[in-house]
């Protein structure tokens, strides 16, 4: 047998170990970056892959159940997915734990206002229009709930 073949070995044994405990460190380090999870769901909803974007941030919601960032990022997957009614609660759920959350009150009205549901719809925008002036939008979407109302005056 020849004495090198079993430094050599070695070597390539520990070079190995030591990739397989690199590609583990970046996986947790995925799995514990929570900006690094967000990122990778919106790289996946791009790309069409609804159900694992959406898995991956419902796995960091049961973690961090509070997180109106990932509760809204969810709730886009969903409505780009056309679960609607979920990406409603995501977005319920998002407004009953910050009421002063803009986004998510036009978001969720204009759902409303998509599903032709004109009462919650203006009741949401009004919301949102109250908390942000600016947001076109929003403005936009409340306009033709008062229309699907029949508040033309409004």
């Known amino acids: 047998m020849h004495p090198e073949r079993p430094a050599a070995g070695r070597k390539r044994l520990a070079s190995a170990l030591v990739a397989a405990a690199f590609a583990f460190s970046v996986a947790l380090a995925q799995v514990s970056d929570p900006d690094a999870v967000k990122r990778r769901a919106l790289d996946l909803a791009q790309a069409g892959d ?4 959406r898995a991956s941030l419902e796995r960091l919601l049961s973690e961090r159940p509070d997180d109106l960032s990932t509760r809204k ?9 056309g679960e609607t009614r979920d990406a409603a609660a995501q977005l319920d759920r998002t ?4 009421a002063a959350d803009a986004e998510a009150w036009s978001l969720l009205g204009r759902l409303h206002q998509d599903a032709q549901r004109f009462g ?3 009741q949401a925008l009004t919301r949102a229009v109250q908390l942000n002036a600016n947001d076109v939008a929003a403005l936009t979407a409340l306009a033709n709930a008062y229309v699907g109302l029949g508040r033309m005056d409004d």
């Open 50 to 53: 609804y159900v694992q974007a």
């Open 73 to 81: 990022l969810l709730a886009r997957v969903l409505i780009a997915a």
């Open 95 to 98: 407004v009953s734990i910050d």
């Open 120 to 122: 919650p719809a203006a």
